[in-house]
C-alpha cells in the first residue's frame, strides 16, 4: 500500500515570505495523482493544488506552487508571498490513477506570523 | 450551489449508544467516502462506496456500518463495537476514475465534518 510522509509536523513563516512544505510517498505505481489539501481552523478541508505523475511541469496556482521530483518520490509545497490566510494544517495525499483509493500524510500545521 | 452537507456538527454519545452521521451531497458524484480524523494522523479511510448499493471496508472499518440507497447520500453508523469513537469524522465524494463529468483527477471533495464525543 502507498504510504505519505509529511516530516514536518509544524512549520512557521513571517507574513509576506515564502515557505516550503515537504512530503514524500512510497509506490511502486508509474501513474498516480498527487494533491495538496488545506484544513482551516473551521477543518474544512479545501483542495489547494493537484499534479499528474506523467506531467513534468510543475504545477501552479497563484501563490502555491509544487516541486514534483518523480525519481525521488517527493512532492513539496511553495508558498509565496504568505498571507495570514494561510495559517492551517496542509495535507499531502496520493491517489492511485485507476481507482479512488485516496492516502494522506499527518499533515503539517503552518502559523503565519504577523 | 451544490456541495456537500454533513450534519449535525457536534454529536454527543453515551457509552453503549449506536449514533448515525448524515453525509448528503448534490454534485452527481458516484463515489462517497467516509474519513476519521484524530490529532497528528491526518486522515485515516472507513468506508467507501463507488456506487449506489455497493460499498466496501477502507483501512478501519471495525465498530462502523453505512448503507448506500441513494447516489446523494451515504450515512456512517458508530456502533457500540467502536471501542474509542471519539474524533472528527469527514465525508467526501468524487467522480469515479474514466466517467465522464469529471476531471481526470477525481479529486475529492469534502463536507464540513461531524465531531463525535463520547460521553
Known amino acids: 500500500a502507498q504510504t505519505v510522509t509529511q516530516s514536518q509536523p509544524e512549520m512557521s513563516v513571517q507574513e509576506a515570505e515564502t515557505v516550503t512544505l515537504s512530503c514524500t510517498y512510497d509506490?511502486?505505481?508509474?501513474?498516480?495523482?498527487l494533491f495538496w489539501y488545506k484544513q482551516p481552523p473551521s477543518r474544512q478541508m479545501i483542495l489547494v493544488i493537484r499534479?499528474?505523475?506523467?506531467?513534468?511541469q510543475n504545477a501552479t496556482e497563484n501563490r502555491f506552487s509544487v516541486n514534483f521530483q518523480k525519481a525521488a518520490k517527493s512532492f513539496s509545497l511553495k508558498i509565496s508571498d504568505s498571507q495570514l490566510g494561510d495559517a492551517a494544517m496542509y495535507f499531502c495525499?496520493?491517489?492511485?490513477?485507476?481507482?479512488?483509493?485516496?492516502?494522506f500524510g499527518a499533515g503539517t500545521r503552518l502559523t503565519v506570523k504577523p | 450551489d451544490g456541495g456537500i452537507t454533513q450534519s449535525p456538527k457536534y454529536l454527543f454519545r453515551k457509552e453503549g449508544q449506536n449514533v448515525t452521521l448524515s453525509c448528503e451531497q448534490n454534485?452527481?458524484?458516484?463515489?462517497m467516502y467516509w474519513y476519521r480524523q484524530d490529532p497528528g494522523q491526518g486522515l485515516r479511510l472507513i468506508y467507501y462506496?463507488?456506487?449506489?448499493?455497493?460499498?466496501q471496508k477502507g483501512d478501519i472499518a471495525e465498530g462502523y456500518s453505512v448503507s448506500r440507497e441513494k447516489k446523494e447520500s451515504f450515512p456512517l453508523t458508530v456502533t457500540s463495537a467502536q471501542k474509542n469513537p471519539t474524533a472528527f469524522y469527514l465525508c467526501?465524494?468524487?467522480?469515479?476514475?474514466?466517467?465522464?463529468?469529471?476531471?481526470?483527477?477525481?479529486?475529492?471533495?469534502f463536507g464540513p465534518g461531524t465531531r463525535l464525543t463520547v460521553l
Open positions: 467526501a465524494s468524487s467522480f469515479r476514475p474514466g466517467l465522464a463529468g469529471g476531471s481526470s483527477y477525481n479529486e475529492q471533495f
Open positions: 509506490t511502486s505505481e508509474s501513474d498516480y495523482y
Open positions: 499534479q499528474e505523475a506523467y506531467k513534468q
Open positions: 495525499a496520493y491517489r492511485s490513477y485507476n481507482n479512488n483509493d485516496m492516502r
Open positions: 454534485l452527481n458524484h458516484d463515489a
Open positions: 462506496s463507488q456506487i449506489v448499493n455497493d460499498f
